[in-house]
Nanobody, 126 residues
Framework: VQLQASGGGLVQAEGSLRVSCAAS????????MGWFRQAPGKEREFVAA????????YYADSVKGRFTVSRDNAKNTVYLQMNSLKPEDTAAYYC????????????????????WGQGTQVTVSS
């Protein structure tokens, strides 16, 4: 599966942005999906994950209550709605397919994700 992330940009603090991840080459419904982010000089960190059906979601504490992950399997697309953005949310955001299914302890590690999109930059100004 090939993943293409889009929708990043520059936004002021407390603003909102939605990034998307479109898949090709396979049905996205086959995969548990995750969002990660990476700021310059920092390790890639887990943001959110969503089950194949979309019925289950899981978030990093740092974004819980502000970000919402969703999916539209008919459109082969996963979304990350980001509200109340903070300057510390500035990073490149990546989508990826989980290799170990919906197993929560494994979802927070980038090592358990296989196919990755190219990333979309989100910059939050103060």
């Amino acid at each position: 599966v090939q993943l293409q992330a889009s929708g990043g940009g520059l936004v002021q603090a407390e603003g909102s942005l939605r990034v998307s991840c479109a898949a090709s080459g396979s049905f996205l419904s086959n995969y548990v999906m995750g969002w990660f982010r990476q700021a310059p000089g920092k390790e890639r960190e887990f943001v959110a994950a969503i089950s194949r059906s979309g019925h289950h979601t899981y978030y990093a504490d740092s974004v819980k209550g502000r970000f919402t992950v969703s999916r539209d399997n008919a459109k082969n697309t996963v979304y990350l709605q980001m509200n109340s953005l903070k300057p510390e949310d500035t990073a490149a955001y990546y989508c990826a397919t989980a290799t170990r299914g919906w197993t929560i302890p494994t979802l927070t590690s980038a090592r358990n994700f296989g196919s990755w999109g190219q990333g979309t930059q989100v910059t939050v100004s103060s």
